[in-house]
């Protein structure tokens, strides 16, 4: 795929005006899918992997086989679109949105299209500065997933190329909100900036109300960003492209700057936009594009005749408007009161996209600095090393299984980050990794004292040098112990062995 000719970005900001808007799919972690009583995949208590298992006729389209709506979905919606500052409509239906989905055997998804249950809403988000931005929410509607294709033959596991596809609809009928923006203007530079911090505080959203695991690796939590160009001082909207299925907040930040930069290269050039979707490449940090962009009437939309209109009762509402959590910017200030964090500490945190890893890591019983230490620093490290994202990698369950050997002097940091490659590399539970790799520390003061000796007769000056105040010379002596026991030392320990030694 050859890459677009790009424009500066601060060149193209100049030229140009960009308008954000972002579709965020987000798989709600409901048991059974959205209109049967097939088990979820997406349920983290459903470890389905054999394709075409977790259906029923509903998920194949069967004739005769009647849609019913999951209770537990629509609780689940309701209460995302509370906490998205939306209202919640008394009423609401079910459309049937008609295209071609070789992933849905019926041939058409059932979505909402003009009555959503919930419409109307803002979200503040935080920028890394600090600063707030208010998105403007126009819907969060109700709809099921489709199944997933799997194109054999080619180079790119793409359709073009492919010899054949195979079809599992194993995904079919997960339960979906679709959360879509209104135009955000104003965004200028921090265009991609605004972008990552969106999805991040969706994610953090739906993972606070516990209605899903919001895995964009796994795709519980898709967006499509969309993005349009128009030239400064015209009222007029560009014509946007919609970037599809980007999975990760790293991603849709970069996708949303290129998109910029080769819309602004074409447009100065006097080419025109194509209203269309297009692909983002994580390899190459590029779009490519994709299928004609329909308009909703392409989709020839009709209510969806086997349902019946979701109508919540007040109660309902109340009930669950009193059990919302607390908003994510409340939380994060609470969050670096209860820490003791400097400013500087937490924004590294919120910056890198692990807060929630870090509170759920504390939260297993991680001292604070010690979460925010392994999650920004080694785990981020490996995470870039294999562009992966770090929750991707490693529990924060096992995260705090580890600051907990350390912390009772099973390990060291540096045996530590042995035990972390080894828990990502799937060896196992972090203690496992230790018995299976022999990492525990040796806290035997015999075997101590007996490399100490043995390094002391190699050096016999460094206990004279200590007695005579020298302590630093004790160095030589920890570091070649260290060393000889393959650094499973307590090198804090070692030090107060050999000063012992000199006052013998």
């Not at 989905?101 to 988000?125: H, M, R, V």
């Not at 970069?254 to 074409?266: D, H, K, L, M, T």
Request: charge should be negative.
């Amino acid at each position: 795929m050859a890459r677009a000719e790009l424009m500066d970005f601060d060149q193209a900001l100049e030229m140009f005006e960009p308008v954000l808007g972002f579709e965020v799919h987000v798989e709600l972690s409901t048991k059974t899918k959205m209109f049967s009583d097939a088990p979820n995949p997406a349920f983290g208590g459903n470890e389905i992997t054999e394709p075409n298992t977790a259906i029923t006729p509903v998920c194949l389209g069967l004739p005769g086989s009647l849609p019913v709506v999951n209770e537990t979905a629509v609780r689940y919606s309701i209460s995302l679109g509370l906490a998205l500052g939306c209202q919640i409509a008394p009423s609401s239906r079910f459309a049937r949105k008609n295209y071609f989905y070789p992933d849905l055997a019926k041939n058409y998804q059932i979505s909402q299209y003009d009555e959503p249950i919930a419409f109307e809403g803002t979200l503040d988000i935080e920028l890394e500065d600090g600063s707030i931005v208010t998105v403007p929410i126009e819907r969060a509607h109700m709809e099921e997933d489709a199944g997933k294709l799997t194109h054999v033959g080619g180079s790119t596991g793409r359709i073009q190329g492919a010899e054949y596809s195979l079809v599992d609809y194993n995904r079919a009928g997960v339960p979906l909100v679709e959360i879509v923006t209104k135009p955000i203007y104003g965004a200028e530079h921090r265009a991609p900036e605004i972008a990552k911090a969106y999805v991040s505080t969706i994610r953090d959203i739906v993972r606070a109300l516990g209605i899903s695991e919001a895995r964009m690796e796994r795709g519980n939590l898709r967006c499509d960003a969309n993005v349009s160009l128009r030239p400064r001082g015209q009222k007029e909207l560009g014509t946007r492209t919609e970037t599809k299925n980007v999975n990760s907040l790293r991603s849709v930040e970069r996708a949303v700057r290129y998109e910029i930069q080769r819309q602004a290269a074409i447009l100065a050039k006097g080419g025109t936009i194509r209203q269309e979707t297009r692909h983002w490449h994580e390899d190459t940090g590029a779009t490519s594009p994709g299928r004609p962009k329909s308009d909703a009437d392409d989709y020839r939309y009709f209510p969806e005749p086997d349902l019946l209109p979701v109508t919540p009762t007040p109660q309902l509402i109340a009930e669950l408007t009193a059990a919302l959590p607390e908003a994510p910017a409340a939380r994060r200030r609470r969050l670096k009161q209860e820490w003791g964090f400097s400013d500087l500490e937490f924004r590294d945190v919120v910056n890198s996209g692990l807060l929630v890893e870090v509170d759920e890591t504390v939260a297993a019983g991680a001292a604070p600095q010690q979460a925010r230490k392994w999650w920004t620093g080694e785990i981020a490290r490996i995470a870039n090393a294999q562009n992966a994202e770090p929750a991707a990698l490693i529990t924060p369950a096992d995260v705090a299984a580890i600051v907990g050997l350390v912390d009772s002097g099973a390990l060291t940091d540096r045996l530590a980050r042995q035990v972390v490659e080894g828990v990502i590399a799937g060896e196992g539970t972090p203690q496992q990794v230790v018995d299976a790799r022999g990492l525990a520390v040796v806290s035997d003061d015999g075997a101590l004292i007996e490399a100490i000796d043995t390094a002391l007769a190699q050096q016999p000056d460094v206990l004279e040098k200590i007695r005579d105040g020298k302590v630093q010379a004790a160095g030589a002596v920890i570091g070649a112990v260290m060393k000889a026991m393959g650094g499973k030392a307590d090198a804090a320990r070692v030090r107060e062995l050999v000063l012992e030694r000199a006052q013998a």
